[in-house]
């Protein structure tokens, strides 16, 4: 991992990987780190060709230093650190792969800076979060893991969230084990500053009853080119909300991913075919450059 200066005076991991154009931006989920495009980076080379792929650990995620102000965890300054990583490595324009948060971010950066973005691929995330999805999260969001070690995590994961994957092998739930947690003295640690769900509260006590529009958020990204993958079995993008996301942007390209709940890992072979089709139907260039 390589790390550069972000605002705040922060250090911020990111990987930087391969060539070809249009780079790629990676950009996690809300706890999530560089480390859930693993699969995705070392298989999509297979499908597409050579390609540069970036992935960030957002602050207060995996390498990345842990902000001493947990009010700064939002997706305004996230997107400007994502910002700030492409011009640190000289990337006038990327396409976004935004997993779940990641997402959001690529929606901001479409409403506040849509000339840095060559496209955008959302896994799993629209502007409607559905609330048994929002549950789920709270459940266990911030709070230490009762698991010792990484085979009870892995044997929790399969429990919780096995229903959505189904036929999948020990080594996907040991795998998704290794990205949430670290070990530590005693035990297993999260992955991530729990100082987010602090953050995430606040910021749903803030929002107005009924919570937030996204759906604004979501219209600026009607001139990017744009693929949607959804999880099949997912419970925090419905298959509805996914419908009017395709009314609402009648080009976006909207590809499930069977047998897969929140979130795909983008190793599968439908997801790396939707990504290929993707990259090859336009050369890096918005829809309304000349």
Known sequence: MRRFAAAHGL???????????????CLAGLTRSSRDFDHFAAAL??????????????RGRGASDHDPDWTRYNVMVEAGDALAL???LGIDRAVIV?????????????????????????????????P??????????????AAKTMAEAAAGLEAAFGARFPGVGA????????????????GLALAYDPKLRDATLAQAAAAPEGGHDLWPLFDALKPIPT????????????????????VRKPDLTVVEIPDRGHIPRLDE??????????????????????
């Open 11 to 25: 250090s911020l991991a990111y990987a930087d990987e391969g060539e070809g154009a249009p780079p790629l931006l």
């Open 45 to 58: 080379p297979s499908v597409v060709g050579p390609r540069r792929i970036v992935r960030l650990d957002a």
């Open 86 to 88: 492409l011009d640190h």
């Open 98 to 130: 935004g997993s779940s948060r990641g997402g959001l971010l690529a929606a901001v950066i479409a409403a506040t800076a849509p000339q840095r973005l060559a496209g955008v691929v959302l896994n799993d995330v629209g502007p409607v979060i559905e």
């Open 132 to 145: 048994e999805g929002i549950g789920k999260i709270m459940s266990w969001l911030g709070l230490p893991p």
């Open 171 to 186: 080594d996907f739930w040991r795998d998704w084990a290794e990205r949430s947690f670290v070990e530590a003295p005693g």
């Open 227 to 246: 693929l949607l993958l959804r999880g099949a079995n997912s419970d925090l993008l419905s298959a509805a909300t996914a419908a009017e996301m395709r």
């Open 269 to 290: 072979p439908a997801a790396l075919a939707a990504v290929a089709a993707f990259l090859g139907g336009f050369d890096g260039r918005s829809r309304d450059d000349p």
